[in-house]
C-alpha cells in the first residue's frame, strides 16, 4: 500500500469516475484502474461496486477511503514539519550558557540576533558546565555558550571572544591606586570566590593558584553578582570576568583594576553536536556575536 495508491481511491470516491480520476491524479486510466485493482488483491476486499456508467465505494470501501484521507492529512503534516525545518532561521533555538556569561551576554546578544534571525527567538538554559554537556549529548539544547576548554566526544566548538579577568577591591582599598596587580599579588586579603563546581572558578585559580594557600582567607559566594556585593560592602577583593563589571553592573562602592601583562583571561565558545541540522542558526550566532559592540569583549575572526 501507498501514499499514492491511497490518492487514487479518494479521487475515485470523490470524482465517480475513472476517467475524471485518473485526470485528476495526471495518470492514465489504466495505471489507475491496476492500481487500485492491485489494492483490493492486497487487502482482500472490494473497494468500489463497478457497473456501466458508474462506480461507488462499497460499504468496506468507505470505511476505507475515509480513513485514506485522514492518512493523506497526516501525510501532508510531515510534508510540512519538513518544509518548515528547512527553514533554519525560523523556530526557537535552543541555547545553553553558563552562569558567568549569561546575565552579562544575553541581553547584548539577543539585541543583536533580532537583526540577522529575527524569526529565531531564544529558549534559554542558563547551568553549569557539566550539565550543558550532558545535555548537548541528550539533545535537550542544540548549543552551548562555553568557557573552554569544552572537550566533549561528538561536540564541535567555535571560539567567540576573549574576556580578560579583572580585580575588584570596595573603594577605600589598599589596592585602589594600583594601575595594574599581577596575578601573584592577589593573595593575602579575604578573597572572594565562587563556590566549588563553576568552571570560572577554577579559572581564577589557575591565573592566581596562591589563592589557594593555606594563609589566604577565601570566602564563598553563589554567583558573581554575589560576589559584587560582597566587595561593595567591604567584605574582600575578588576576581571578575570584564563584561560583568560594565554598564548597568558598575558601583560606585567597587573600584576595578586590570592586571598587568599578559593578563589573564578566558575565551568563550560556542558548542554544538557534530550531526545538528541547522548550521545556519550557528552562522547566525556567530554573526550576532560580531555585532556586539562591546569593549569587553576581544572579538575573535
Known amino acids: 500500500m501507498t501514499l499514492t495508491e491511497l490518492r487514487y481511491i ?3 470516491a470523490q470524482e465517480g469516475n475513472f476517467s475524471r480520476a485518473a485526470e485528476r491524479c495526471s495518470v492514465s486510466q489504466p495505471t489507475l ?3 487500485i485493482a492491485r489494492l483490493e488483491d492486497e487487502l482482500g476486499v472490494q473497494l468500489f461496486e463497478r457497473g ?15 480513513q485514506a484521507k485522514l492518512a493523506l492529512q497526516e501525510a501532508e503534516k510531515v510534508r510540512q ?22 546575565p552579562y551576554l544575553l541581553p547584548q546578544l539577543i539585541q543583536s ?8 527567538p531564544l529558549a534559554i538554559e542558563e547551568t553549569m558546565t557539566a550539565t550543558l554537556a550532558d545535555m548537548l549529548r541528550n539533545n535537550e539544547i542544540d548549543v552551548a555558550i562555553i568557557a573552554l576548554p569544552f572537550e566533549i566526544p561528538g561536540v564541535l ?28 599579588e592577589v593573595e593575602g586579603d579575604e578573597i572572594l570566590l565562587l563556590k566549588a563546581g563553576n568552571c570560572f572558578r577554577d579559572q581564577v585559580l589557575d591565573a592566581c593558584p596562591q589563592v589557594s594557600s593555606p594563609e589566604t ?16 560592602s567591604g567584605l574582600g577583593v575578588s576576581v571578575l570576568p570584564e563584561g560583568a563589571l560594565g554598564q548597568p553592573y558598575t558601583s560606585e562602592l567597587i573600584s576595578v583594576i586590570p592586571f598587568r601583562e599578559p593578563a589573564p583571561s578566558r575565551r568563550i565558545a560556542l558548542a554544538w553536536r557534530v550531526g545538528f541540522g541547522r548550521p545556519k542558526a ?8 560580531r555585532g556586539l559592540n562591546n569593549p569587553a569583549y576581544r572579538l575573535l575572526a
Open 10 to 12: 479518494v479521487s475515485l
Open 33 to 35: 484502474s491496476v492500481a
Open 52 to 66: 456501466k456508467g458508474f462506480v461507488s465505494p462499497s460499504a468496506v470501501g468507505r470505511r476505507v477511503v475515509e
Open 81 to 102: 514539519i519538513a518544509t518548515v525545518g528547512r527553514e533554519q532561521l525560523d523556530g526557537p533555538l535552543r541555547l545553553g550558557v553558563i552562569h558567568t556569561i549569561g
Open 113 to 120: 540576533l533580532r537583526l540577522v534571525a529575527p524569526h529565531m
Open 157 to 184: 566548538t567555535r571560539a567567540l571572544y576573549d574576556e580578560a579577568f579583572k580585580v575588584v577591591v570596595p573603594r577605600g582599598h589598599a589596592w585602589e591606586g594600583k594601575e595594574g596587580i599581577s596575578p601573584e
Open 217 to 232: 582567607d577565601v570566602r564563598l559566594g553563589h554567583s558573581i553578582g554575589t560576589i559584587r556585593c560582597m566587595v561593595s
Open 282 to 289: 550557528i552562522d547566525a550566532l556567530l554573526a550576532a556575536v
